[in-house]
């Protein structure tokens, strides 16, 4: 039990949290993803502990024969410390230098180790740099409303970036526990067809569609049931960034909670006399109840309950969705 603790691993996917055991932690065969997934601040952090914890090192080994190192300033550990900073960054200002074989053997291996870290230092700062992230505005929540007399699941985003992502793709999943006719419990994956799920030229907005079926898997379904099977939309989006030649891609996930029948999007496009389009990102999240009674989700294997559901509260926007 007590190696099980060791072990335990928290994750989060699709806004449910997991707690796993007994896989092994290879942290030094897998240091290039921590170091890409760690936040900038424990980043440097860390490089900055190693540098400090290496040159202590050192000072250390050169302290055993202290008289090796010459013009060694201010005296002592401190001094020897200082000398191994300056071999560590092959800074070499030349006062203090090695005077012996043990000295000069020391501090070659210490420039060795030192021009190397400072090589993947430099190439790990560059990677997480160079890195591709996608400035996608998801809005917060989705709506069903009839559309060309049809029950239809609308998703909303934009391109915050405001630059043409080429070729943009998109794909929809709804995620839900179930039961087998045998009585085993099992987490389903949908996919959900969109009515266009291709962008040639992202660049501004885009409304996405998908047709509640008759016979399929959202066929009657309410907040309420989706609540209770704890069932999740997964909507993923990438494409070309047309700038750097870049893959893009970003996802956002809506629970049961955040599908609201019965409502549409508030229009954010609007033209003026002079035949300038204006997009109103402001207005990006709001949404509001259509005066039509409350619709069904096609028939199918649950009723729609006919009591409105409240709508969100409009609130100031957070920083766009990356990847």
């Known amino acids: 039990m007590a190696s099980q603790r060791r072990r335990m691993r928290r994750a989060s996917l699709a806004g449910r949290d997991f707690v796993t055991y007994g896989l092994p932690r290879l942290f030094w065969q897998d240091l290039y993803h921590l170091f890409m997934t760690v936040r900038w601040r424990l980043l440097f952090a860390a490089f900055a502990t190693f540098f400090f ?28 410390f200082f000398f191994s900073v300056e071999t560590f960054a092959t800074v070499g200002y030349g006062d203090m230098h090695p005077q012996s074989p043990f000295s000069h053997s020391i501090a070659a291996l210490e420039n060795f180790i030192g021009v190397t870290t400072l090589a993947v230092i430099a190439g790990m700062t560059f990677a997480r740099f160079s890195r591709p992230s996608a400035r996608f505005l998801f809005a917060r929540t989705v709506v069903v409303r009839p559309i060309d007399g049809r029950p239809t699941l609308m998703l909303r985003c ?15 999943r709804l995620l839900r526990d179930e ?3 045998e009585g085993y419990r099992i987490r389903r994956i949908y996919d959900l067809p969109l009515r266009r799920s291709r962008h040639p030229l992202f660049l501004f907005g885009w409304t996405l569609l998908h047709v509640i079926e008759s016979d399929g898997p959202l066929a009657g379904a309410s907040q309420q049931s989706l609540q209770a099977e704890r069932a999740i939309l997964l909507l993923t989006i990438s494409g070309t960034d047309e700038t750097t030649g870049q893959t893009l891609m970003a996802r956002a996930r809506y629970p049961g ?12 496009l609007h033209t003026d006399e002079h035949g300038v389009d204006h997009f109103d990102y402001s207005k990006f999240d709001d949404i509001e109840p259509l005066p039509a009674p409350a619709m069904s989700g096609d028939s199918g294997r649950r009723e729609q309950p006919a009591a409105a559901q409240p709508l969100p509260e409009a609130s100031p926007r957070a920083a766009p969705a990356q990847s």
């Not at 934009?158 to 929809?172: C, D, G, H, P, T």
């Not at 909670?257 to 954010?268: Q, T």
């Open 158 to 172: 934009a391109n915050a970036r405001q630059n043409i992502v080429m070729e943009a793709s998109a794909q929809l």
């Open 53 to 80: 914890v290496i040159n202590v090192l050192f000072a250390a080994i050169f302290a055993l024969q202290p008289a090796d190192i010459a013009n060694v300033n201010p005296p002592g550990f401190w001094g020897l």
């Open 179 to 181: 039961r087998t006719v």
């Open 257 to 268: 909670s955040e599908v609201y029948w019965n409502a549409s999007f508030v229009d954010i």
